[in-house]
């Protein structure tokens, strides 16, 4: 299994509602990670989490929760978005997280926020 | 500090026309190199990589070499097919879970 799964893959909510973005990959990596990626954009660093703990959290506002709940699941609970948070969220994992190693990606989740 | 400079598009090309889409680097130390592919509606794949200078990644028919002095990791395609049409990505990987992604090149390929 070389596949990282994201669900759901498209959602819409409003300013007010809260939801989560889920990512499962049984690869055995150890880093996973959230990207977002707006249109005609490359995707943006967001989290990185490494052996379950966050590692990097690139100044993400905090109406973004990440959450590892264990090694082949990572969360990402959203509250209070703005419109300008619609965007594809990219999910993807890595062997080690230890640098010089390729990710694999998930398909994303397109988000709308109205 | 580390970033990756890719050439503006759409690159748009005829089948079996020859492909460029040039991408160069600026990084401290030695990094390693990537080009990923997005399809519409989907995520990034891996096309290909390289991990030390002179290397050659190739996959698919496409071909990038790493190339140091002049801090550029060229993707190369001999004949491309309109199943090639996608956005390629330049990417550097050096900081320990950090990679920096270019803009993005979208290859527009017609019959």
């Known amino acids: 299994d070389t596949e990282v799964t994201q669900t759901p893959k498209h959602l819409v909510m409003g300013m007010t509602n809260k939801k989560s973005l889920k990512c499962e990959q049984h690869?055995?990596?150890?880093?996973m990670y959230w990207y977002k990626q707006k249109a005609k954009k490359p995707p943006e660093l967001m989290f990185v989490?490494?052996?379950?703990?966050?590692?990097i959290n690139e100044s993400v506002p905090s109406r973004f929760s990440p959450e590892c709940p264990n090694s082949s699941l990572l969360n990402l609970h959203l509250h209070a978005l703005q419109p300008e948070d619609s965007a594809l969220y990219l999910c993807a994992s890595s062997l080690t997280g230890t640098g010089k190693e390729k990710l694999f990606f998930g398909s994303g989740t397109q988000l709308s926020v109205l | 500090g580390n970033s990756v400079t890719q050439m503006e598009g759409p690159v748009t090309l005829s089948e079996e026309a020859f492909l460029t889409i040039n991408c160069t680097y600026t990084?401290?130390?030695?990094?390693?190199l990537f080009w990923y592919v997005q399809y519409p509606g989907e995520g990034l794949q891996l096309l290909l990589k390289a991990t030390k200078a002179d290397d050659k990644g190739s996959n698919k028919g496409f071909e990038a070499t790493y190339r140091k002095e002049t801090t550029s990791f060229h993707l190369e395609k001999g004949s491309v097919q309109v199943s090639d049409s996608a956005v390629y990505f330049c990417?550097?990987?050096?900081?320990?879970?950090?990679?920096?992604f270019g803009s993005g090149t979208k290859l527009n390929v017609k019959p």
């Open positions: 690869m055995g990596h150890r880093a």
């Open positions: 989490y490494s052996y379950e703990k966050l590692s």
């Open positions: 990084a401290t130390g030695y990094p390693s």
């Open positions: 990417a550097l990987n050096y900081n320990f879970n950090k990679f920096y």
